[in-house]
């Protein structure tokens, strides 16, 4: 899976059999956060959604950057997968 930054747009995009599936986000002060989960229904893939959110979160981590997580989607998805809890910043808690 391909993930694009589009920093004009504010957004992470893979496309999908023609399809753009995307996660909007704002940054500030070396955090990133992931405000709307974008995926149309036709994209029907077990198990896309939650391989597009580690791809994102992947591509923030190397950045060295932190994470917070606006969007229900995302923060549910850090709440199952606590190896990402290090990437919040001090004093958020999920």
């Given at each position: ?6 920093s ?6 893979v ?25 149309p ?7 896309f ?12 981590q190397?950045?060295n ?23 919040l ?6």
């Amino acid at each position: 899976m391909e993930i694009n930054d589009n920093s004009f747009l504010r957004q992470f995009e893979v496309k999908v059999d023609g399809h753009l599936a995307k996660i909007e986000y704002s940054s500030q002060e070396r955090k990133v956060f992931l405000t709307k989960l974008v995926i149309p229904e036709e994209i029907t893939q077990e198990g896309f959604k939650e391989t597009f959110i580690k791809g994102v979160l992947n591509h923030i981590q190397e950045q060295n950057l932190r994470v917070v997580p606006t969007s229900p989607h995302i923060a549910g998805f850090l709440r199952k997968n606590r190896q990402y809890k290090e990437m919040l910043p001090v004093g958020i808690r999920i």
